[in-house]
Each structure stands twice: as structure tokens, then as C-alpha cells.
């Protein structure tokens, strides 16, 4: 069992619901990342999900555009990534999820990527552009080393793409709330609580929300009918507007405390 499915197990039995925030690795600076990271567990996050940045992109708003930009400016690389999830396993076993798109694993080598992620102690692989059907080397080597592979769903997936990523995925589904891009909304479709339901009576694997949630109140309700809650682009905004590297890691650290306390509040229906 991996650490995401044994952090997954222990919340259902708590009858919690799980709490992923979402950092991009080097912005503004790795040791201050490493220090969010630090925060982000603290404050009550229950997984955390590392960006990887990539110049291209396309699935993310323009607040984690510019943080993938200040980070590919520091020359960031894979090399330095795999470091700072060593650096962070040291003191940790909250499970890690590199966030990315496929063009950089690919350069780096799939086999490699994998072998050198499952090292230094990353736990997942989201690769936001690689649809279940086109995804075989990459699980043929995160398999291989222990790794879940997680894939996506959305409000356009039909029945086939259910069915795929409930056959093919592991540790979670990721159900994207809206159409578009990442970023805060202030509302959610009213039928996001049925669709999400409707998934996870499609799969044994637990269904984490993102794409948008931003508040507290908007944790809360997606605690109330989903098995996690991803929380990126207000967080990284928090991160951008502070001044300084000390007010990045504080500010980072209470926010996320913020939405776990009102999670907390719910329970599941």
C-alpha cells in the first residue's frame, strides 16, 4: 500500500476529507519551497502536490503561469526537484505528487523520472496532458517502482473515460470542477456534488476536487461530497503577494490551516 493510499484509508476511518494543496517547486526559491512545504503540513495539509514548471503551461491560469516562469528563471530542472523531495522526506512521510506535464518527464526519460522520483521519495505522478489511453511507458515504470499514477476526469468526461481512469489510475481520481484552466472561481456549477458523486460510485479509488476552490466555505462544501479538496492557484497567489520569504512560508502555512479547520467542520453526507 502506498503512503497516498494509507493517508487515505487512515481519513475515512477519521471520516475526513483530504486536504491537497499545491505548490510549484522553485518559486520563489527551493529553500524557501522546502520551508512552505514544511508550513503546508503544519497547517493540516494531508497530501501535497509539487508543481513541476514547464514554459507551456496550458491547463494552468495565469497565477500559476507566472510562478512556473519566476521558477523556470531561478533554472530550475528536474535535478534540483528530485532534491528538494529528498530534502523534505527527511523530516516527513506526508505523500508527495508531482504535478506536471509530459513534456519534461519525457525529455528526462521515463524510466529515469520515475526511478529517480520513487528515490528521492515522491509518492504520485498527475501529468495533466497525458490522457489514460496514452499513458502505458509511463505506468509501465511508475509501476514498476511503487509510484501511483493519477489521471483526471472532468465535466465533459463521458462514461469510456470514467470507466479508464477507474482501471488504469491509482491513489485517486482528480476531478476537475470546471472547464478551462486553473484559477479561483468565486461559484461552482450546481451539479458538481452529482457528477463528483456519481464518480466515485464508478470507482474504488477515492475522487479528489480542484480547479478553483479558493475559501474556506468552498472547502467545506467540497468536503462534504468528495474524498479530498485540491487547493493551487489562491495558495500561490498568498505566495506572490508576500513581500518576503519569511511572509511567504506564514501566510502560506495559515491559509491552508484556515481551509483544513472548516473542512474539519463537515461531514461527509
Known sequence: MSRIEKKFAELKKRGETALIPFVTAGDPDLATTLAIMRALEKGGADLIE???PFSDPTADGPTIQRSSQRALKNGLSLPRIF???REF???SELPVILFGYFNPFFHYG???FCRQAARTGADGILCVDLPPEESGELKRWADQEGMDVIFLLSPTSGADRVRQVARRGRGFVYYV???GVTGAR???D???RTQVIHVRESTSLPVGVGFGISTPAQAAWIAQFADAAVVGSALVAIIEKAK???QKVRRAGLFVARLKRAMKRIKKR
Open 190 to 192: 450546481a451539479n458538481l
Open 186 to 188: 468565486r461559484s461552482f
Open 50 to 52: 509539487l508543481g513541476v
Open 89 to 91: 522526506r527527511r523530516q
Open 110 to 112: 521515463l524510466k529515469e
Open 83 to 85: 532534491d528538494l523531495v
Open 244 to 246: 518576503t520569504g519569511a
Open 177 to 179: 470542477s470546471v472547464t
